[in-house]
């Protein structure tokens, strides 16, 4: 088998209101018990997606923080793969009275407020970007990207990027879809993602990625010609 590997984004991807079914879970299980190394990349901070997910052991590893942090469930050994946010960006967002979640490195808020990140970092002078995922707002350090951390992550596993399927729904996900060996969409991922994989799912969410699966233990992606158009090969 090509693929040796499957990334996965968690919200909006195998994940509806925060909740994984049972059959998605299975699936992922299946892979695993297929010998495929399976890795969820999420924006989320450990302690947002433990709130909600009770599973993390049917993942080999888990890039939270959009990147920068890098968890074992097997071990619970976590990686901090960046900076941690810098005491002067919190204080003037908090000043701001912005809503925020602040993990290992991400500071993390809700649109409307893009605008007093943005501006707090302008003045700071930081090298830090942000990222959108739908409705959310991360910042973190400019060279970090779920791409960054997959990275990291296939790594550890002894796995090429040209050997991993990566599936999901929103803007953050571009950087590690183009990482990944190939790529797909769930189809309720928004267009500008759909434009940028090779696949695109029937179905939306869980349902979507377990039809994928499915493709991909079944040896129908092996038949599928990457768009080199559409991938990097360094993060």
């Not at 052991?57 to 793969?81: K, M, R």
């Not at 912005?98 to 990140?117: D, K, M, N, Q, R």
């Not at 990222?131 to 991360?138: G, L, Q, R, S, T």
């Not at 970090?144 to 991993?164: F, Y």
């Amino acid at each position: 088998m090509r693929y040796r590997a499957f990334a996965t984004d968690y919200d909006g991807t195998i994940a509806h209101d925060g909740i994984v079914d049972e059959p998605t879970l299975e699936a992922l299980r299946r892979l695993r018990a297929a010998g495929l190394k399976v890795v969820l990349v999420t924006g989320r901070e450990l302690s947002s997606l433990f709130n909600t997910f009770a599973h993390p052991d049917v993942f080999d590893h888990i890039v939270a923080e959009n990147g920068a942090v890098l968890y074992e469930p097997a071990s619970g050994a976590v990686q901090t793969l960046a900076s941690p946010p810098p005491p002067a960006l919190v204080e003037a967002l908090e000043r701001a009275q912005v809503p925020l979640l602040v993990g290992h490195s991400i500071v993390a808020t809700v649109i409307p407020f893009e605008h007093e990140v943005l501006r707090a970092i302008h003045e700071l002078r930081l090298e830090w970007h942000v990222i959108f995922n739908k409705d959310a707002v991360m910042a973190l350090p400019s060279d970090v990207t779920k791409a960054t951390g997959l990275a990291v992550a296939l790594r550890v596993l002894n796995v090429l990027p040209e050997e991993t399927v990566g599936v999901g729904d929103a803007e953050n996900d571009h950087a590690f879809l183009r990482f990944s060996g190939i790529s797909a969409a769930v189809d309720n991922a928004l267009d500008e993602v759909k434009e940028l994989v090779d696949v695109v799912t029937r179905r939306s969410r869980g349902a979507g990625v377990r039809e994928l699966i499915d493709r991909l233990l079944s040896g129908e992606l092996e038949a599928i010609v990457p768009d080199s158009n559409k991938h990097l090969t360094r993060p």
